[in-house]
């Protein structure tokens, strides 16, 4: 009797189709980029693209962005999850649901919806003299990137709260936090000697899935009006072919590396050595 | 003045009630088990005393300081948890040293101090390793250095060697008792372990649906159980239905054979009750002077240091707990055999 496994040619098949679909367009955009010299292939578009000033600041513009919405995602996100599967694990799933909120609304809604709610001051008439609590947000520069981030952080909720959710998961919380309280330890103590060193792993994942949406954010920063790299780059492409798509297969690369970085991480979930 | 009190401690979770009017008094430096089955309100219980859970109403005094309403990280109060809840970020050493560190201890003092514990559970090279290179009871050890480093007033164990192998569990059980005993630490110990609260308690309080059933020594406890619970829960209890032929002298009769008992019995003549008599009490084959019961043998179990026989006797069954020597030679099923036992052994129980 023939107990050979028969070749799965049709597993196969549609797995290079697949294939074909995902890196022609990829394969095509890097032949593109390479030829930015007539007749030969060279790196001119790259060298070129690198070499604009205004790359270096709206890239340096999109990281400082991505740092600021990672500390303020972290410090919004951890605390609350804490919370919640500490002592409120039924309201877990709404919690869920709300943070998934980017993928059923588009970003174009959210960043109207913060542009008419915000770009007004919000004036009360207190007895007749009028008293600002908010000015408004579109008219400043720092009020903008308040804005921005508050975009961001949105944004990145859904991965942030995955990772986090996942981290917390794997470690009992309620007997941790017990442990430390029974040694003294306040709530903000434990959280801080605890529970964030326990959940690094978990932390940094979340944290270069954030930077890799900021840095290729167009429609916030768009819209906003900012000088971020997502904007840049759409630019570049309308006057620049070549170099446009050098940073196209640069921010390609990026976003691959950060997600190297991101398995390397979380499989590599050894007790450190030392302190 | 007791040391730790707990005065009509009750606790309820919406409508139904985990723990009702629970009263105790401990001493300074002494070991109490709290024990019952699964839901009983032992670990409850034991949570209020952490102060992980208010008590719906009622008070906890440590010292005659009232720290019912304390919150758990101001009670100076240690706790060893069944899953260890080690600190996986942190190496034994600073696991140890955690309670000390957030009280302000220098750091010289708290080295000191973290040595202390590890020669005292018996792992001196252990400091610099992580919970995780360690085995469970390694783990549990050091989760006991931790609770007891920072000089709490009260240590309490919540089912600490439950997670534990049987051999294991035997050493630590020892082990926990002698570091308490030379610490001289008030400790509140929870089980459902009974021969885990009998070895080490110096009191046990045996709790049963909420309720407490017993408080006493294990002799106390065991011996003379003041519930039909404590009877069933603690140890092997043969209950045989026999009925009263004379209440003024304590006689009966169990399947048409007379019983003589040492109490005169409440109920009226004829009328039926239940007997209670530990397996261990009972002898093989016939005795002078003692109850003898005659049976076939319908079950022989061969545990090592003892053999239990079960008898059969009308439609009852007795079973009897005989040592073991290498030159018993078990009797085999089917055959018609007597116990013995004599009448201070037996006790009526209540219905």
């Known amino acids: 009797m023939n107990t050979d496994k028969k070749f799965p040619i049709w597993s196969w098949v549609w797995f290079g189709l697949g294939a074909l679909y995902f890196f022609l367009p990829l394969i095509a955009t890097l032949d593109f980029s390479l030829r930015a010299q007539k007749g030969t292939i060279s790196l001119l578009a790259y060298t070129r693209a690198m070499s604009d000033p205004k790359f270096v600041e709206a890239f340096s513009f999109s990281t400082i962005m991505a740092f600021v919405t990672i500390i303020v995602s972290l410090g919004l996100v951890v605390p609350t999850l804490y919370w919640v599967h500490l002592y409120l694990p039924k309201l877990r799933p709404w919690v869920e649901f709300v943070t998934l909120m980017p993928f059923v609304i588009p970003a174009i809604v959210l960043v109207f919806g913060l542009l008419r709610t915000y770009s007004a001051p919000w004036i009360i008439n207190f007895g007749g003299t009028p008293i600002t609590i908010l000015p408004s947000l579109t008219e400043s520069k720092i009020g903008t990137r308040i804005l921005l981030i508050s975009g961001y952080v949105v944004l990145s909720l859904p991965y942030i709260f995955r990772a986090v959710d996942n981290g917390l998961r794997s470690i009992d919380v309620r007997t941790l936090t017990e442990a430390g309280q029974s040694l003294g330890a306040d709530t903000l103590t434990i959280l801080r000697l605890v529970i964030f060193p326990n959940l690094r792993s978990a932390l940094l994942s979340g944290a270069l899935l954030t930077f890799a949406i900021v840095i290729g954010e167009l429609i916030f920063a768009a819209f906003l009006a900012q000088p971020a790299f997502g904007p840049y780059l759409q630019h570049l492409g309308q006057h620049r072919a070549y170099d446009s798509t050098a940073l196209t297969i640069v921010s390609f690369a990026l976003t691959w590396a950060v997600m190297g970085l991101i398995d390397f991480v979380t499989r590599s979930n050894v007790p450190q050595k030392s302190h | 003045m007791s040391y730790l009190t707990l005065n009509h401690i009750r606790k309820q979770f919406g409508t139904s009630v985990a723990v009702q009017d629970f009263n105790l008094s401990a001493e300074k430096g002494e070991f109490i088990s709290f024990l019952g089955p699964s839901g009983c309100g032992k670990t409850t219980t034991l949570r209020m005393i952490a102060g992980f859970e208010p008590p719906t109403s009622g008070e906890i005094l440590l010292q005659g300081k009232n720290i019912t309403h304390t919150p758990a990280n101001k009670r100076n109060v240690g706790m060893v948890f069944q899953a260890y809840a080690l600190f996986p970020n942190m190496t034994v050493a600073d696991n140890i040293g955690f309670g000390l560190k957030i009280a302000g201890t220098p750091k010289s003092d708290i080295q000191q101090r973290v040595n202390e514990m590890l020669e005292l559970i018996h792992l001196p090279d252990f400091g610099n390793r992580y919970p995780q290179q360690l085995s469970g009871g390694q783990q549990q050890r050091v989760a006991l250095a931790r609770a007891l480093a920072f000089r709490p007033q009260v240590l309490l164990l919540d089912e600490p060697l439950s997670a534990l192998d049987a051999k294991i569990r035997v050493d630590l059980r020892g082990e926990i008792r002698r570091i308490q005993r030379q610490l001289n630490i008030t400790t509140i110990y929870v089980t459902h372990d009974q021969e885990e609260a009998l070895s080490m308690s110096d009191r046990i309080v045996v709790m049963n649906k909420a309720i407490v059933e017993q408080i006493g020594t294990p002799f106390e406890?065991?011996?003379?159980?003041?519930?039909?619970?404590?009877?069933?829960?603690?140890?092997?209890?043969?209950?045989?239905?026999?009925?009263?032929?004379?209440?003024?002298?304590?006689?009966?009769?169990?399947?048409?054979?007379?019983?003589?008992?040492?109490?005169?019995?409440?109920k009226p003549n004829?009328?039926?009750?239940?007997?209670?008599?530990?397996?261990?009490?009972?002898?093989?084959?016939?005795?002078?002077?003692?109850?003898?019961?005659?049976?076939?043998?319908?079950?022989?179990?061969?545990?090592?240091?003892?053999?239990?026989?079960?008898?059969?006797?009308?439609?009852?069954?007795?079973?009897?707990?005989?040592?073991?020597?290498?030159?018993?030679?078990?009797?085999?099923?089917g055959t018609p055999a007597e116990f013995s036992f004599s009448p201070e052994a037996c006790w009526i129980a209540e219905k």
């Open chain 2, 221 to 266: 406890i065991y011996n003379y159980p003041a519930t039909d619970f404590t009877a069933r829960f603690v140890g092997q209890l043969n209950q045989l239905k026999c009925v009263v032929r004379n209440a003024q002298t304590g006689e009966c009769e169990i399947s048409g054979q007379a019983i003589r008992t040492q109490t005169t019995i409440a």
């Open chain 2, 270 to 333: 004829g009328s039926e009750i239940r007997l209670a008599i530990r397996p261990e009490e009972i002898y093989f084959g016939k005795k002078e002077g003692l109850n003898v019961l005659s049976g076939v043998i319908d079950e022989v179990n061969f545990l090592g240091a003892i053999v239990r026989i079960r008898l059969l006797i009308g439609n009852q069954h007795i079973t009897g707990d005989l040592f073991n020597e290498r030159t018993f030679i078990p009797p085999s099923i």
